[in-house]
């Protein structure tokens, strides 16, 4: 089976940056996926890290370490617009489907 | 283009009574995923499709079946309603195999 663990939540301000760690547990691995969800919204991509490394899009970061089974998604320059539920998916042995972590609740305050 | 199109948006039912969940798309992806979202919890599989008339079983398929007869159309049908059912459902598809899903607006369902 598959397993992915990251924080319940997070609280940052305005202007600041914030990790969020994601461990799993797989068999096979092709890739590790991060997508943010607002509250009542449906969830949308954000990035996918497949070998390691960083991978930068705009302010949001995301980072794989295929030997760890970690991975990371970075938030800089916090902005209001930025609290939402994020959430690490793996795509597995399959290779056809994703399982879904249990999702990080950030908050951003002012 | 619409994207990803999901009917109803909301809807209550009783116990024992079924439903069909529709989800269309106009992206021409072969691969289409039905989740559903408890509040505050992640996203589980209940069934996908790599394409027309393939099926397969995701991580909670009890309770729910699904078809395929078009790349643009996979409905997803509840026999039976349980309270366990109460849930969000979002139906998903992808191009490439799984690295990007684009999901629908969600289906809030109560089952009373």
């Known amino acids: 089976g598959q397993s992915l663990e990251q924080p319940s939540e997070v609280t940052a301000v305005e202007g600041a940056i914030v990790q969020i760690n994601c461990t799993y547990q797989?068999?096979?691995?092709?890739?590790l996926s991060w997508y943010q969800q607002h509250d009542g919204g449906a969830p949308t991509f954000l990035s996918y890290?497949?070998?390691?490394g960083l991978e930068e899009t705009g302010r949001f970061s995301s980072f794989l370490s295929r030997s760890d089974s970690y991975g990371y998604l970075l938030l800089q320059e916090l902005q209001m617009k930025d609290s939402a539920s994020y959430f690490c998916?793996?795509?597995?042995?399959?290779?056809?489907?994703?399982?879904f972590g249990g999702g990080t609740r950030v908050l951003v305050k002012p | 283009n619409a994207g990803v199109t999901q009917t109803p948006k909301f809807r209550i039912l009783k116990i024992g009574q079924s439903m069909t969940l529709q989800c269309a798309q106009d992206?021409?992806?072969?691969?289409m995923y039905w989740y559903r979202q408890d509040p505050g919890m992640g996203l589980k599989l209940i069934y996908y499709?790599?394409?027309?008339?393939?099926?397969d079983k995701g991580e909670v398929p009890n309770g729910y079946n699904v078809s395929r007869s078009t790349t643009e159309d996979f409905p997803l049908r509840l026999e039976l309603a349980a309270p366990s059912q109460t849930s969000v459902y979002f139906c998903?598809?992808?191009?490439?195999?799984?690295?990007?899903?684009?999901f629908g607006p969600g289906t809030r369902l109560t089952v009373l």
């Open positions: 998916a793996v795509r597995g042995a399959a290779g056809n489907k994703l399982t």
């Open positions: 797989t068999s096979g691995f092709y890739g």
């Open positions: 890290n497949a070998l390691d």
């Open positions: 992206m021409n992806h072969n691969y």
């Open positions: 499709s790599v394409g027309a008339g393939i099926t």
């Open positions: 998903a598809t992808t191009l490439d195999r799984a690295n990007e899903q684009f």
